[in-house]
């Protein structure tokens, strides 16, 4: 057997094992739940990606830690540069791959929502739901995109089944997402002032 298809049995062994205490399937979460639960989130853009053996035994695996150069925080202070460390990888001629886990790339631009960074296997509130794309749109503008790269139009739908076509035509801008992101931080029953 060789050490890719190893670690795979033993990362499927790991996730069946946890699926006793905890769904596998992700359930996408709402634009209020990313908001709450959501520790830190930043628009950054990544600048290094590297992959290292952690543990010993049976507690070994493989992580990636993947940092960003921070360009604004919009919830908390993730300070100038944040790395995020999430199971899986690539070290040499072995790999671990976790089902659904965002993959970075250098250069990529991004708005994460961050929860349990370092103790939780993808530090994003529902995995890859909690990651949006900024990407240039034909017009010059800066676009939000979901996981699956389509236009953010419209943040009531997020987490929720579509019916019919979004009130919105226009696709969301980073800064429309990010203000819609401040105004629900403000919101926050924490952030409101003693009566």
């Not at 360009?71 to 790999?95: C, F, H, P, W």
């Not at 976790?98 to 349990?116: C, K, L, N, T, W």
């Not at 993808?122 to 010059?140: D, E, K, S, W, Y």
């Not at 019919?164 to 924490?190: I, M, N």
Request: aromatic letters at 6%; zero cysteines; charged letters at 25%.
């Amino acid at each position: 057997m060789t050490m890719k298809i190893k670690q795979f049995v033993l990362l499927t062994a790991l996730l069946g094992a946890a699926a006793t205490t905890r769904a596998t399937t992700v359930i996408p979460p709402t634009f209020d739940q990313l908001v709450d639960q959501a520790e830190f989130i930043f628009q950054g853009t990544v600048t290094d990606i590297k992959s290292q053996w952690i543990g010993e035994g049976a507690e070994r695996s493989i992580v990636t830690y993947v940092t960003f150069k921070v360009e604004e925080s919009v919830k908390g202070n993730a300070g100038q540069s944040y790395t995020i460390r999430m199971l899986g990888g690539t070290v040499g001629e072995d790999t671990i791959e976790v089902s659904d886990a965002p993959r970075f790339q250098a250069g990529d631009r991004e708005i994460v929502f961050v929860e349990h960074n370092g103790s939780q296997f993808v530090p994003l509130v529902g995995i890859m739901h909690g990651r949006f794309h900024v990407r240039r749109n034909q017009a010059g503008r800066d676009i939000v995109t979901d996981n699956n790269d389509e236009p953010v139009r419209d943040l009531t739908r997020l987490g929720r089944e579509s019916s019919g076509p979004s009130p919105r035509v226009t696709d969301l801008t980073s800064d429309d997402f990010k203000a819609a992101v401040k105004e629900k931080v403000q919101a926050a029953p924490s952030n409101r002032p003693a009566q």
